[in-house]
């Protein structure tokens, strides 16, 4: 059986590196013997076979083989490495699953084989890997130089965000085994995986390289030195020790800078070691990983160390909690057992999903540890409940000296309960307990003193710009909240809570202060230990006027009230500078501005405003960037009504409609509008008459109301309007109108000088034309029938366009000879104002005599003297 496996040497930076090839073996029936042979490789060519046998070397006695190849006899291009299988046709044993993984600075192009079938055979090949490569970081706790071994997925493309397994090894293993556990899964999956090499505080004693015999068996894992052909496992003092923590940080870093990394898509996984790891750097870094979950882990060192009744595992947890290279207890050093324990941290996990998968069986590591975690963090009601699975079927059958500690979960279904979450990158409500200074989604928190505990949880409620936090330390404190929009930069960019720029109040035992908060973090130093709560609450300030109306006709005064308050209704500190301003009239100062400070958060000043044309005076009040503002309505009611009548002049007896229209010609409403009229009795209300009422009128708005009556005389009507402003205060207008009743009538009367003569003898008529009506008559006209009424054509016009003012009187006269007795008919016409004829008529009769035939006629002689 032949395989092949072409790898370009592209990344050849760093010429100590090796490059390592592992077959990992699935064996089936008894295992006899295994000879596979790898050929060393020298400029492409194969060189030395290098058999590979369980138990035998270069192996370990696991089912994992290593084989280092030296860079220098790898050259550019292709590299063919090829894999025969030596195994008889005869011998009884299976391989399966044969998969060579190149770590190192190479880039790999995998070649298939022709049945793919998994089982190793005659001309059998395995199937495609993907690219796997090991890096260096540097870690931030400590500033050593650090390895981790990453695999890059099949067809992984730059330009598409990628989700990130990391993975923790355990004590006795080394980065590569998260490839081994879960490179083929995250192949599958399209993700990146990254491993790091674990490492704690505890110093390599030299004499293990020197006399490895006079070493510890623990230390002798530390330095590669257990067996011939093994390496260095610095992993073997990391029992979440802070420099393996920040191994894990110090991954995630290199891959989200190299790599296309989908930042809410970032998993952690560890198994026994790696467990503690995994749960205890997820609980500290809760804003970076999606989901977690642990195999097996310790979750409670001390309780730990108190279990395993070995000397070695004792001495082994003694030299990571060591001070200044003397191991300690948990009872001399107990803070460093207790900050290795995840389920110290339970609190931090209520955003962050996490399962776990336990051995029933497990001695090694009883399943009381996982136990305990999730009922540690349920307590707090995660968004997610943790979970343990438990295994009763492999840990109870299998054979690893006794401890029964080898249970591992299905790659993919690990992968496939990662997969179900997102990144909760900004949690209104955190509930942190931290070992050390750190940054938790938008908190900040700064220990003070020595190493040692601290608790803050904190929640923001957007709609009252308020944080409200519950802190919890033996020693000062400073914490810092990213109250803005503004992220805070990072593996990961911290988004802040959103809250906006403008004045806090901070408020929390000691802490009264104001802050003029802009961006980044609201930072503030908590003097007080213990417990205390600590409020961040946007301030206000509220400002009031009374009365919040004036009358704009006269002076007035308004009391204007500022109260400067939180949120929460915590007032500022006394002594907080306040200044006043107004658009119209003085304060108690007499100016427009006004500077005091506020005692119990209020302050209260006069406003004066005399009388003015403006119809609102703006008050504002200004308290460090916060201002608040009032207004006093400057008001100048106006009432207007017009009465009128449908006709000025009307005949006594006759009915008139007065309709009245009012109007509110002021700026502000009127309520309660009346409109009585005197009945044109001025001086006697007990007839006034309401003609309408409960009137509401907005400024400017019209309306209008009417009435009749029947007048007997001319009236001068008063109609008076009345209506409150806003004040309460009356606004009154009156209006008149006059209606003059007229009782029109005319008199005349016709008189001849004589009431009987002799025919053909003069008569001389006068006329006497009275106004006896109350008004004025024109056009008055005088006509004489001529004593012919049944004929109008030689009717006599006597006078014309007379005008005569009441009770007035005008005479004419005429002169005519009748030859008969003669009965004339005056009639006297005028118009009144309403423009109707007013008439009257008179008659006379003059009597003519005529002389009979026997009169005698005596004609006087006159005699005269004759003159001589």
């Known amino acids: 059986m032949s395989l092949e496996t072409r790898g370009r040497n592209s990344k050849m930076k760093n010429t100590h590196q090796i490059a390592a090839l592992c077959i990992s073996l699935l064996l089936g029936l008894s295992l006899l013997l295994l000879n596979l042979s790898l050929p060393r490789i020298v400029r492409g060519s194969g060189a030395a076979p290098a058999p590979i046998r369980p138990g035998g070397q270069p192996c370990s006695d696991e089912e994992y083989f290593y084989l280092d190849i030296s860079p220098n006899v790898l050259v550019q291009g292709d590299n063919l490495i090829g894999i025969t299988n030596d195994a008889l046709a005869g011998d009884n044993w299976t391989a399966a699953n044969v998969r060579p993984q190149v770590f190192g600075d190479v880039a790999v192009v995998q070649s298939h084989g022709p049945d793919n079938t998994g089982q190793i055979g005659a001309a059998d090949v395995t199937a495609a890997v993907p690219t796997t490569l090991t890096f260096t970081f540097t870690n931030s706790y400590d500033g050593s130089s650090q390895e981790a071994i990453a695999q890059i997925p099949d067809g992984y493309d730059d330009n598409i965000p990628t989700p990130l397994l990391i993975f923790a090894h355990g004590r006795t293993s080394i980065m590569e085994w998260g490839i081994t556990y879960f490179g083929d899964a995250a192949n599958d999956k399209g993700w990146l995986l990254a491993s790091p090499e674990m490492h ?85 870094f809760p804003h970076l990983f999606a989901a977690v979950f642990d195999n097996k882990g310790i979750t409670d060192m001390e309780q730990w160390y108190w279990e395993r009744v070995s000397s070695y595992t004792r001495r082994t947890l003694e030299k990571e909690c060591h001070i200044d290279g003397v191991r300690k207890t948990p009872s001399e050093n107990p803070f460093c057992y207790e900050r290795r324990t995840s389920v110290n941290f339970a609190s931090n996990y209520i955003h962050v999903p996490i399962s776990m998968t336990h051995s029933v069986s497990d001695t090694l590591v009883p399943i009381t540890h996982s136990f305990n975690l999730r009922d540690a963090i349920n307590i707090y009601g995660p968004d997610q409940p943790a979970s343990v699975f438990e295994d009763t079927v492999v840990g109870p059958t299998c054979n690893d000296g006794g401890d029964y500690h080898c249970y591992e979960p299905d790659p993919m279904a690990v992968l496939n309960f990662l997969e179900r979450f997102t990144l909760n990158n900004n949690p209104t409500h955190i509930n942190i307990t931290t070992d050390e200074s750190k940054s938790y989604h ?24 308020t944080v409200t936090a519950t802190i919890s330390d033996t020693e000062p404190l400073t914490v810092g909240f990213n ?16 809250l906006p720029a403008t004045t806090y ?17 609201l930072t503030t130093t908590l003097l007080t230990t213990g417990q205390f709560t600590l409020t961040i609450s946007a301030i206000e300030a509220e400002v009031s006027a009374s009365p919040e109306m004036v009358s704009g006709w006269q002076t007035a005064t308004s009391t204007i009230t500022a109260v400067a308050q939180d949120h929460l209704s915590n007032p500022v500190p006394n002594g907080t500078i306040i200044q006043f301003s107004t658009t119209e009239g003085t304060f108690a100062n007499e100016s427009s501005t006004y500077t005091t400070t506020v005692t119990g958060g209020q302050v209260t000043t006069t406003l004066t405003l005399a009388a003015a044309a403006a119809d609102l005076a703006e008050i504002t009040a200004m308290v460090e960037s916060i201002t608040g503002s009032t207004s006093v309505n400057i008001i100048h009611p106006v009432l207007d009504v017009a009465v009128t009548a449908n006709q000025t002049t009307v005949y006594s007896g006759q009915a008139v409609t ?21 009945n044109g009795t001025p001086v006697d209300s007990g007839d006034d008459i309401t003609v309408c009422e409960n009137i509401t009128l907005t400024a400017g708005a019209t309306t209008s109301c009417s009435r009749s009556a029947t007048l007997t005389q001319t009236a001068t009507n008063t109609a008076t309007i009345t209506g409150q402003d806003p004040l309460g205060h009356d606004v009154t207008r009156s209006d008149a109108a006059t209606v003059n009743a007229i009782s029109p009538a005319i008199g005349v009367t016709v008189t001849p000088d004589q009431a009987t003569i002799r025919s053909g003898q003069a008569v001389t008529y006068a006329y006497q034309i009275t106004n006896t009506g109350d008004t004025t008559l024109t056009g008055i006209i005088l006509v004489d029938d001529n004593s012919t009424p ?53 008659s006379a009769t003059v009597s003519v005599i005529s002389p009979t035939l026997d009169v005698k006629i005596y004609v006087p002689i006159v005699t005269r003297n004759k003159i001589p």
């Not at 330095?223 to 420099?243: F, I, K, N, Q, V």
């Not at 408020?507 to 009264?512: I, L, P, Y």
């Open 790 to 842: 049944v004929d109008s054509s030689d009717d006599i016009i006597v006078c014309e366009s007379i005008t005569l003012a009441a009770g007035a009187t005008a005479s004419c006269i005429r002169s005519i000879t009748l030859t008969q007795t003669t009965t004339n008919t005056v009639t006297v016409t005028g118009l009144d104002p309403l423009g109707n004829d007013v008439s009257r008529s008179d």
């Open 200 to 284: 704690g505080s505890w110093p390599i004693p030299q004499e293990c390289f020197e006399f490895p015999n006079d070493c510890d068996y623990d230390d002798k894992v530390l330095a590669g030195t257990t067996g011939p052909g093994d390496r260095p496992r610095p992993g073997a003092y990391a029992h979440a020790s802070l420099e393996s923590q920040y191994d894990v940080i110090g991954t995630v870093n290199y891959m989200v800078n190299e790599y296309n990394v989908k930042p809410d898509q970032i998993y952690l996984v560890g198994y026994s070691m790696g467990g503690q790891i995994a749960t205890v750097v997820a609980a500290k």
């Open 483 to 498: 109250l803005g929009s503004m992220p805070i930069m990072g593996i990961i960019e911290q988004p802040g809570m959103g």
């Open 442 to 465: 938008w908190l900040n928190i700064a220990q003070a003193g020595s190493e040692h505990w601290s608790q803050v949880e904190a929640a923001y409620y957007p709609f009252s710009t």
């Open 505 to 521: 109040l901070v408020k929390g035992d000691s802490n009264n202060y104001l802050h003029n908060y802009m961006s980044g973090y």
């Open 658 to 678: 007065y309709t009245y229209q009012i109007t509110n010609t002021g700026d502000v409403t009127l309520t309660s509008v009346i409109l009585t009229d005197d």
